[in-house]
């Protein structure tokens, strides 16, 4: 029941917080224009304009950057058993900042030309995914040979250091103008998504999220401890498959679009190990 009743707030904070953020700002929108926007599609060319093109697709990149980075911070907390494990432990956004800083600093030519096309937001993104990607492979590899999640994680992070060596030697060398342009991206930014981008953001999150849904029951088992779910007729080797696989798509799509924003993910902390309620609970509200 407490369970119920704080979804629920949190649902009506959600709509309270998105309709505020839509209606502030430079451009004073009040509430009948959103309705007016909504049913009778009436309202004003630059208003229009300032909804679709800037203010609606940030407020959905927010809601989903936040589920996404939320459900995979469970998974890697849950996984590891380690509250302060984040969705980012596997070096996956230090995967998808090393494809991105590949790109801006180690093409610096090449990005400039491609640049007056206008295809830039779109070779960021997929540098950023390839990047993840990459990391993704490395770690499988390594969880085929080694069982113990512990040594995966110390790995984690030690690719992740290795990693963000390499880019800050890209950065050295880097000219002034690309590099600008990386530290930009590296702060993170929820509003840089265009309207055509969050009809490729959005599905790809959801797939992760419907992924992360198969593995419920299994995290579940795997809060009772490994050998408790072994036991129980787990399967250890698909079940953090399908995590990494998930926890992948999710943070690395994030770190893609958004650029390096994965603290959100550490705060599910306080459901998985505080006793709250189970992983079960969390997504059925049982």
Request: charged share 10%; net charge neutral; proline share 2%.
């Amino acid at each position: 029941m407490r369970v119920r009743i704080l979804f629920l707030i949190s649902i009506l904070l959600l709509i309270f917080f998105s309709f505020f953020d839509i209606t502030t700002g430079t451009a004073k929108i009040s509430v009948d224009d959103i309705f007016a926007f909504l049913f009778r599609n009436d309202l004003s060319q630059t208003h229009y304009i300032i909804l679709t093109e800037f203010r609606i697709p940030k407020v959905f990149t927010a809601i989903f950057a936040g589920a996404a980075l939320s459900v995979a911070g469970l998974q890697m907390q849950t996984i590891f058993g380690n509250p302060l494990a984040g969705p980012y432990v596997l070096g996956i956004s230090s995967g998808a900042s090393l494809g991105v800083a590949l790109l801006l600093l180690g093409t610096s030519g090449m990005f400039g030309l491609v640049m007056l096309y206008g295809l830039s937001n779109w070779l960021i993104i997929f540098a950023g995914w390839l990047g993840a990607a990459l990391v993704l492979l490395l770690i499988f590899l390594v969880s085929v040979r080694v069982n113990d999640v512990m040594t995966i994680l110390i790995l984690g992070v030690l690719f992740g250091s290795a990693i963000s060596a390499v880019i800050s030697i890209l950065q050295y060398f880097g000219d002034a103008q690309n590099l600008k342009i990386f530290v930009i991206w590296t702060m993170g930014s929820v509003s840089g998504i265009s309207k055509e981008q969050l009809f490729i953001f959005v599905p790809v999150i959801s797939v992760g999220l419907l992924l992360s849904g198969f593995s419920v029951k299994k995290l579940d088992l795997l809060l009772l401890g490994e050998e408790y779910a072994k036991t129980s007729g787990l399967n250890l080797f698909s079940t953090r498959l399908l995590i990494f696989a998930s926890t992948s798509l999710l943070a690395g799509s994030i770190t893609a679009f958004c650029g390096p924003i994965g603290f959100i993910g550490i705060v599910v902390n306080v459901i998985c190990f505080n006793g709250f309620c189970s992983v079960h609970q969390l997504f059925t509200l049982d």
